[in-house]
């Protein structure tokens, strides 16, 4: 069950806060009493309530904004609890001053914005003791360790637990809470009105993980990276698995480069399905691995890992998918159907992604030129692949048949600017940017303006997915959801319904895995 946190100053935007939440299907509200400036009319604020609620007065130094004396939060407090409400928040030296009364519901609750205590068992053991009901432990989680640590104290607590680790590291102990016996877990009407961090919103909660079916039987994939919170993965692989109405969820898994290892077997314990890895794992993941295809190898980079009993078996996606966009347009450009064969290639960066469609074009006898802010990184590349490195500053001198953006510059938020200027090109190159948000980025704009053909980075995003999503599940992806999905993440003000024939455009072959 969600349980929807609300925090207003008013009592009228309270009051219409918890009827909105109510008739988009919530069943529990949190009213946070802390936040209402004015004096606190309890009968205003529950008189045909529509859900049950938690009632909740938290102190400056509980993480709250209380600032009226201890007194009259615990006769506020009190006044709740002798009109019935549904359950109580109380910390442990509130919930000693006040008794149990009648059918409401006792939380007993801790609050540490600074990290994740060494003693969280004796902590727990603690608050159960307090005549809880329910224990409620949000703690700040400094690594995934610490989320790890949480989700096994809820698994085995013996009293109901609500175990939060807040921020990033900890998001998977929101989405996944019910899975490891929480009664309940928190959310937000809208991710603006956070009052903790990491809180996800009651949309995201509903219909990208749809957190409250999630059960023991689910299967579990994700995406590791450090940082996450930015990724669009989890919203296409989720709509994926509705889509073919699959009891499987794709969660998002901040891990640092120093816990790999950790979160690794931490996977294997807890039978996760499979990963999409990105930065900064895609090459320090390799030797980890049981297994690892050709291309994974050769490219020195993997951004898929899939798990089968004790084998963890890595793929490149990225390098398919690219390669996919590449011969797509290049063969139309040419007319042949292997034309890559003595092609001038210039590829901007030197990291993953640019590792993997390197790779593949030097494996179709390309002609390929690095170059990157990192000249030493530019130079190692290109002499695996046989290729040549030169400077940054360099690089419009360079007029190629196919030029390829593998930097982030140009990514949302910083959108005003390009890592190439396209004026001098001429439409007989080919220009590829990896980035897919914006989808038209300046760069790509450029290339438009020089009369170039492009390949954009949502067409690659959507096809390594797609190709992701058949290893995890077997089946055929459905690349139309997986379209309409991102397009909409990226451009909410200018999404329209894709019409059939944008939806026609967006199918494709894969190649075989």
């Not at 509200?29 to 009319?41: M, T």
């Not at 910390?91 to 969280?120: M, W």
């Not at 490891?180 to 809208?190: L, R, S």
Request: proline share 5%.
């Amino acid at each position: 069950m969600l349980c929807v946190t609300v925090a207003r100053t008013r009592h009228k935007h309270t009051i219409a806060e918890h009827q909105q939440v109510a008739e988009l299907g919530a069943k529990l509200v949190e009213l946070r009493l802390d936040y209402i400036g004015r004096s606190i009319d309890l009968g205003r604020l529950l008189k045909d309530r529509p859900t049950p609620v938690v009632v909740t007065c938290r102190r400056r130094e509980d993480g709250g904004r209380w600032e009226r004396t201890e007194e009259e939060r615990l006769m506020l407090l009190r006044s709740a609890i002798a009109m019935g409400i549904e359950y109580v928040d109380l910390e442990e030296d509130t919930a000693k001053k006040i008794p149990r009364y009648g059918k409401t519901k006792r939380i007993v609750s801790l609050h540490n914005f600074e990290g994740t205590p060494d003693d969280l068992e004796d902590l727990h053991r603690t608050l159960s003791e307090v005549d809880a009901d329910i224990v409620k432990i949000a703690v700040q989680a400094n690594s995934f360790r610490d989320t790890a640590r949480m989700l096994d104290l809820m698994r085995n607590a013996q009293v109901p637990t609500i175990g939060i680790s807040m921020g990033d590291f900890g998001t998977p102990t929101r989405i996944l809470a019910t899975r490891y016996n929480a009664p309940f877990t928190y959310c937000v009407f809208n991710s603006d009105r956070r009052v903790a961090p990491g809180q996800l919103s009651f949309d995201q909660m509903t219909n990208v993980y749809r957190a409250e079916s999630i059960g023991p039987e689910t299967r579990l994939f994700g995406v590791v990276a450090d940082p996450v919170a930015h990724s669009y993965s989890p919203l296409i692989h989720n709509a994926s698995f509705l889509a073919h109405n699959l009891d499987c969820r794709y969660v998002p898994f901040r891990v640092a480069a120093n816990e790999l290892d950790f979160f690794l077997r931490w996977c294997k314990q807890e039978k996760i399905g499979g990963l999409s890895v990105t930065i900064p794992h895609k090459q320090s993941i390799l030797p980890m691995l049981t297994q690892a295809e050709s291309a994974a190898q050769g490219i020195g980079a993997c951004n898929t890992v899939v798990f089968s009993g004790e084998e963890m078996v890595g793929y490149n996606t990225d390098y398919r998918a690219a390669m996919d966009c590449l011969t797509e347009a290049y063969s139309k450009m040419t007319g042949k159907e292997d034309p890559f064969e003595k092609a001038a290639v210039l590829i901007l960066g030197n990291g993953g992604v640019s590792r993997a469609v390197a790779y593949g074009l030097a494996q179709r006898r390309a002609l390929i030129t690095i170059t990157g802010r990192n000249a030493n990184a530019s130079q190692r590349l290109a002499s695996e692949l046989s290729g040549k490195a030169i400077s940054w500053s360099d690089r419009h001198l360079v007029t190629p048949d196919i030029l390829v953006n593998g930097t982030p510059v140009g990514m949302f938020p910083e959108m005003d600017d390009t890592p190439f200027q396209t004026s001098n090109l001429t439409g007989k190159t080919l220009v590829f940017d990896t980035i897919y948000n914006p989808e038209q980025t300046l760069f790509i704009k450029g290339a438009r303006a020089s009369q170039c053909p492009v390949v954009t980075g949502l067409q690659m995003f959507v096809r390594q997915a797609a190709y992701q999503y058949r290893l995890f599940t077997g089946k055929e992806p459905p690349v139309d959801v997986m379209v309409k999905t991102i397009k909409k993440a990226i451009s909410p003000v200018n999404y329209k319904d894709i019409d059939d024939e944008d939806e026609q455009d967006s199918t494709f072959d894969f190649q075989t895995i």
